[in-house]
């Protein structure tokens, strides 16, 4: 017969299991925190798996890039493609289909230039008074755009994203800019 084990050790044997278990959960949770410090929102991100190199495909060989839009079946206040990516200088042909079937309402497609979101959502928002130009503001900072498309109709625009970075698209009828909106990138 064995002699029974007192409450003690018990207890001290949970007190080292829960000083290790803490130590590792401590542990992994300050590895988060410094690649989160030292890398930003991007260390959350995946890595790309072959790195960028200087024999990519110039601009000139690459496919066009074919991309139709229309507002989103959900939310017709907002578009049904949220991202666009492409190479940086390969040619974009996008088609901006004004298709809903229970909300139709007009609208366009403008693209500002890379790293203008902020200001291109004061821009956007500056449009409300520009009904004869179909809203579309006057702005060095819109690379493309559409013109403002009643419902049922759709327009082709081509345009290119000169280099690598991330472009502001939305619609700028009134009210609309701050749903229908998106991002493309360029690599």
């Known amino acids: 017969m064995s002699a029974p084990s007192s409450t003690s050790e018990k207890s001290s044997i949970w007190s080292v299991l ?16 410094l690649a989160f410090i030292f890398d930003g929102l991007g260390s959350l991100r995946p890595k790309d798996a072959a790195p960028a190199t200087a ?14 839009i229309k ?3 959900a939310n017709p206040l907002a578009y049904d493609t949220k991202t666009i990516s492409a190479k940086a200088g390969q040619k974009i042909k996008l088609t901006f289909t004004n298709i809903h079937p229970t909300l139709p309402q007009p609208h366009n ?12 959502m004061a821009i956007a928002m500056s449009a409300m008074t520009l009904v004869d130009k179909g809203y579309i503001p006057d702005s060095p900072d819109i690379l493309a755009h ?39 990138t360029a690599q």
């Open 18 to 33: 829960n000083v290790i278990i803490g130590t590792v959960i401590g542990g992994v949770v300050l590895l988060w925190v």
């Open 71 to 73: 507002p989103d079946n």
């Open 146 to 184: 559409t013109n403002l498309l009643q419902p049922g109709t759709s327009e082709t625009i081509e345009f290119t994203l000169p280099a690598a970075g991330e472009y502001p698209y939305f619609c700028t009828f009134p009210g609309h800019v701050a749903i229908m909106n998106g991002v493309a």
């Open 109 to 120: 497609f403008v693209i500002g230039k890379a790293g203008t979101k902020d200001k291109m």
């Open 55 to 68: 024999a990519a495909a110039p601009a000139a060989d690459l496919p066009v890039l074919e991309i139709t």
